[in-house]
């Protein structure tokens, strides 16, 4: 009995300890109260949105079911008051208003009273249904590096805010939203098979850009691995150094890319006229429009049009005045793919000889870029003069190839010819 009575207690105190070691880590998991909780976690995206004194640079994406992206600048004082200002249209002055941080199912970013930047994308300013589904309370998704993300459940939008990094939020902001609006014709791209830009990988051609300023839309064109022709409306916005991917667009699947080339950031440079991506120089957006290169198509004979651009001989043609016809051959040197052999035609008078004034004349073809100059210097043209500063440039895009250049000959003015072919 005894035996029996002390077996049992000593089991009764096991469980009793790990009963009470079971309750003393319930209480280190749960030390915070609901309330304190809930605070804790507000106060975390208060404190996100007032880290940055100059404010954000953010891009809304009001709808997922549609891929326009808007800019929008906001700066969020400790009284609760926001300053915007967007590219959502021509009014971009700064406007004030009120936001708060509440919790429903985590805390959410509440812009209690209407601003008119936020606003153009909820609701139609005739009063009528918004017709950009916008919203204005956004639910805290996560901190990345200092880039917060929120969400719109209503909508599926997305709300993407990165640091400004303005000295004045007041006049760079605004300068900022007038930047990217204008810049929207830019890229214009309405019809997508005549205004689409080409995207060129180590100089070759990858794929097709366009851009709608009316809808904000963005689309790409490529040939995917299995030869099949894509088409796809991607997630893009303008900035004011150039364009941006949204990150992630998807395209088949995978990240923004073509064929596993990434579309991300590019600058535009201002003096090539393209715009190139960040992480890679290779790889470049450019109105340049390619046809196919037919050295065949090049050879051939060519009429020969000419005559004085401007001032006292301005109209006037060699040929009328000196009583002679023009017409010359050009071919490629079968030994040199660079250069290209301009002779004058049998039968006809001399119109071009070459700086040493041998025949034939040669124009020198850079196989990479496709830009023409003349291998020994300004041509003399009909046993006149020589074309001095002579700029040299051809078509062979057009039904008809054609070759053009001008420059001044000698004291009698600027003078141009074209040769084109028969």
Sequence with gaps: MNKTLKKHSIVAFILVGFWSCGVDETENLFDESP??????????????????PEGFSSIYYPNKAVKAGYNIHMKFNQDLSVEMTSDIDAETAVTISAYDVLFGHTAELVFQTNNAHQTKLVRDPNGGPGSKGGSNTFEYHSNNNGIITLLDVRSDGILELRPSGFVNFTTESVASS?????????????????????????????????????????TIAYTDASGGEQIEEVRMYITTTGITFFDPTSINGTATSINGTDLLVFTYNEASEQYIADDN??????????????????????????????????????GSFFGESYQVDIAFDPADPS???????????????????????????DLATLELSYEAGGPRIALFRFLSGASLSFDICSDLVSFTSNGLLGQFGFYEFIFTKQ
Excluded: H, W
């Excluded at 890229?187 to 794929?207: H, K």
């Design 178 to 218: 007038d930047f990217t609006l204008v810049a929207g014709p830019v890229l214009e791209g309405t019809n997508f098979e005549e205004d689409s830009r080409n995207i060129f990988l180590d100089g070759d051609v990858i794929g097709q850009f366009s851009y709608d300023s009316a809808t904000r839309v963005a």
């Design 339 to 365: 250069r290209i052999l301009v002779t004058n035609s049998p039968g006809f008078n001399n119109f071009i000889i070459d700086g040493n004034q041998s025949t034939p004349t040669v124009f020198l073809l």
């Design 281 to 318: 120089s290779n790889l470049i957006i450019d109105d340049l429009v390619l046809c196919p290169f037919d050295a065949s198509a090049i050879n051939g004979a060519y009429n020969v049009s000419e005559m004085f651009v401007g001032g006292t001989n301005g109209g006037l043609q060699l």
């Design 35 to 52: 309330s304190e909780r809930i605070e804790n976690i507000k106060n975390e995206l208060r404190t996100l949105l007032l880290s940055q």
